[in-house]
């Protein structure tokens, strides 16, 4: 392991213990990150996969259950799985057990517990970045939807190299950390999670690797100055 990212053959039960120490603060920790985009951005995840009031939407990695929420917004007689790794995001989210048309389920991305061809699309949030293998998530995703559906994905991309790029580095390596350190008091996590932005695949790459996996209308809107991205795919 390095000296801020596991090693693939260990990053699964990484992440899971990481996120299950800092679930607490973890919505608080992505509003002052992103400075209240976040907000935003999954508004637009959502927009981009338009969910009707009859389908039943996947929320891949759902965390403390934002897009899942964005979808009952947008869509209140849709249904959603909010799945998750770790039981802690799910329990501190504001998703209750007795919310109807809402499940919650434990169980690892990159296997998912559903049928082929299940739900009516999908999103996920800062979740391709944290799993061990891109593509096998990618395809166990393009598994569980239907044909013609849309899976809509917001995460990080490494920060181009332009008049930004100095000051978005400075910020990811100390601030951050030190902003994990105060408000978390774990710094190893907000160490880990600037450094998987550095070292994730960029957005050109993640629409080649969508594309690769048979997706089709592959395309991405980049935000924060270069470094969140929204890719959209269609399985045919």
């Known amino acids: 392991m390095s000296a801020l990212l596991p090693d693939k053959e260990i990053k699964r039960d990484y992440v899971r213990k990481m996120f299950t120490r800092i679930a607490s603060r973890y919505d608080l920790m992505n509003r002052i990150m992103s400075f209240g985009q976040d907000v935003y951005w999954k508004e637009k995840v959502v927009e981009k996969l338009a969910p009707c009031s009859d389908g039943v939407?996947?929320?891949?990695?759902?965390?403390?259950?934002?897009?899942?929420?964005?979808?009952?917004?947008?869509?209140?007689?849709?249904?959603?799985?909010?799945?998750?790794?770790?039981?802690?995001?799910?329990?501190?989210?504001?998703?209750?057990?007795?919310?109807?048309?809402?499940?919650?389920?434990?169980?690892?991305?990159?296997?998912?517990?559903?049928?082929?061809?299940?739900?009516?699309?999908?999103?996920?949030?800062?979740?391709?970045?944290?799993?061990?293998?891109?593509?096998?998530?990618?395809?166990?995703?393009?598994?569980?939807?239907?044909?013609?559906?849309?899976?809509?994905?917001?995460?990080?991309?490494?920060?181009?190299?332009?008049?930004?790029?100095?000051?978005?580095?400075?910020?990811?390596k100390f601030i951050i950390p030190l902003l994990g350190w105060i408000i978390v008091r774990d710094i190893n996590a907000y160490d880990y999670l600037p450094e998987s932005t550095r070292q994730h695949v960029n957005a050109n790459e993640l629409a080649r690797i969508f594309n690769e996996c048979g997706f089709k209308s592959v395309t991405w809107q980049k935000f924060m100055f270069g470094t969140m991205a929204i890719h959209s795919a269609e399985k045919t």
């Open 57 to 172: 939407y996947l929320d891949a990695g759902a965390g403390t259950g934002d897009l899942t929420l964005e979808i009952r917004k947008q869509s209140p007689f849709s249904q959603v799985v909010a799945v998750d790794l770790t039981y802690q995001m799910l329990a501190y989210g504001r998703i209750s057990p007795d919310m109807p048309g809402v499940f919650r389920v434990v169980a690892d991305a990159q296997a998912l517990p559903f049928p082929d061809d299940y739900f009516t699309g999908a999103v996920s949030g800062y979740l391709l970045r944290n799993v061990p293998d891109i593509n096998h998530a990618v395809l166990e995703l393009k598994r569980v939807v239907a044909q013609k559906s849309r899976i809509i994905c917001l995460d990080t991309t490494p920060p181009e190299r332009n008049i930004f790029y100095p000051f978005i580095i400075f910020y990811l």
